[in-house]
């Protein structure tokens, strides 16, 4: 399973549990920065375990006052390529997440997408995105849609009042 992990403002992860991270799931790497001050989020996504560690140190270095989000692919659905590392953008908003588990999706053999890049791109972004999450009944429906799993959810969507951190 995949290795997801939310990191509190003004922490910076230990390089040797990355480095961990990336040992033990080795089929991509992403991580995605909150920088409340800019209101924006900084996002990279790669294949190379190295470059995304030391990226990511670097930018958290920089970056540090907002939530941030490391994860270390172990492909389970999809392709084992850049387009499916985590964290995937939720619909065309300030908005990403990323995932541990498996997700019920539909299982089609032509989709060469993830499990999660499907539930960002096809579920959460056409119920409304991050903003869906503040109704409770539907918390709730993605909450028992995603029993088992972990997802972490990072946004700066301006429909939300503040930058927020939802975990499913």
Not at 67 to 74: E, F, K, N, S
Request: with cysteine; hydrophobic share 35%.
């Amino acid at each position: 399973m995949c290795m997801l992990c939310v990191v509190n403002p003004g922490v910076i992860p230990d390089r040797d549990k990355l480095e961990n991270s990336a040992l033990n799931n080795p089929h991509g790497f992403g991580f995605a920065i909150v920088v409340p001050e800019d209101r924006r989020i900084i996002r990279e996504r790669t294949m190379d375990p190295d470059e995304a560690i030391n990226r990511f140190l670097e930018l958290r270095g920089k970056y540090n006052t907002g939530y941030a989000m490391w994860h270390a692919r172990l492909a389970t659905h999809g392709k084992m390529n850049v387009d499916n590392c985590h964290p995937f953008m939720v619909g065309n908003t300030d908005t990403y997440l990323a995932h541990n588990g498996v997700l019920p999706v539909a299982d089609d053999p032509t989709d060469e997408r993830s499990d999660t890049r499907i539930f960002a791109e096809d579920i959460l972004a056409q119920i409304g995105g991050a903003p869906a999450l503040d109704n409770p009944h539907i918390f709730d429906m993605m909450e028992d849609f995603t029993t088992g799993s972990k997802i972490a959810v990072l946004t700066v969507d301006p429909r939300r009042s503040e930058e927020h951190t939802s975990e499913l």
